[in-house]
């Protein structure tokens, strides 16, 4: 079979990786304390809009990190690409279980007018992020590596 009449598995895996840490970049990095400079925008409808677009990113983050496991059951990868898969699974399945989950119930007590006790929780997901961004960086460019050397077989 001729290479160019086969699905590229590798730069699947790699505009998936690409895009979602474009996506983590521009979201968590940008839009997010960007959001509070905004005119007239309060603190409970900053937290309001976070709440809709971190749950609308995660979903696609599930759905990215699904298409990446796909990839991985296709074609076989460099150890270092798996466990950068690996990784980018737990870190994610850490803030869709737990991290999002507790900082709904923080929002949700901030928005009916509570004031919640100070915690650590968004500075736990902004590690989880920058985690989560470097390793999408080191993977793509790793899997894009191994792809450059034929080693992904495609």
Not at 140 to 147: D, K, N, P
């Amino acid at each position: 079979m001729l290479k160019s009449t086969r699905f590229p598995i590798g730069l699947l895996l790699l505009a998936t990786l690409f895009s979602w840490a474009g996506m983590v970049a521009a979201i968590s990095f940008l839009e997010a304390p960007l959001r509070f400079t905004a005119p007239h925008i309060t603190v409970p409808l900053g937290v309001g809009i976070g709440r809709v677009v971190f749950h609308a990113l995660n979903k696609v983050e599930i759905a990215l990190a699904a298409v990446a496991g796909i990839c991985l059951l296709l074609r076989p990868l460099p150890g270092v690409t798996r466990w950068g898969l690996g990784l980018l699974g737990l870190i994610l399945a850490l803030q869709t279980g737990w991290l999002l989950p507790a900082l709904d119930v923080r929002a949700t007590a901030l928005l009916a007018g509570h004031t919640p006790p100070p915690n650590h929780l968004h500075l736990l997901y902004i590690g989880t992020d920058v985690a989560k961004l470097l390793a999408l960086l080191v993977t793509g460019w790793t899997a894009g590596a191994a792809r450059r050397s034929d080693d992904l077989g495609i």
